[in-house]
């Protein structure tokens, strides 16, 4: 089963940045499109941003967009996710998801999906 692996979580001041990792090590990232989901406590996953395979198209929710950014570095089998200017509500549990294409709407529908990571806890707190 393919697996992936998030890193880089853990307390940020608000306003402050923070930059998360996805990688796998059974096989290449640059094949598939990744998207980064949220899920704080009582909430509903929700789907932040989305990078295609082919092309590099990005795509963003309206709740993070101009805030958090998603690249790629192929070379390090790597997905990032930047968050700038975080605040509280940022707080929760990110997760990376696998697919072969972006689904538009960032659907966290998770059978969509052919690999999920175990996600990292963001903590946004003064």
């Known amino acids: 089963q393919l697996q992936l692996a998030e890193s880089g979580g853990g307390l940020v001041q608000p306003g402050g940045s923070l930059r998360l990792s996805c990688t796998a090590s059974?096989?290449?990232?640059?094949?598939?499109?990744i998207t980064w989901f949220r899920q704080a406590p009582g909430e509903e996953r929700e789907g932040l941003s989305c990078?295609?395979?082919?092309?590099?198209?990005?795509f963003y929710s309206k709740s993070v967009k101009g805030r958090f950014t998603i690249a790629r570095d192929n070379a390090k089998n790597t997905v990032y996710l930047q968050l700038n200017n975080v605040a509280p509500d940022d707080t929760a549990v990110y997760y990376c998801?696998?697919?072969?294409?972006?689904?538009?709407?960032?659907?966290?529908?998770?059978?969509?999906?052919?690999?999920w990571g175990q996600g990292t806890q963001v903590t946004v707190s003064s």
């Open positions: 059974e096989f290449t990232l640059d094949a598939y499109a």
């Open positions: 998801a696998a697919r072969d294409r972006c689904i538009y709407e960032l659907t966290a529908i998770t059978s969509l999906y052919n690999a």
């Open positions: 990078i295609n395979a082919e092309n590099d198209n990005t």
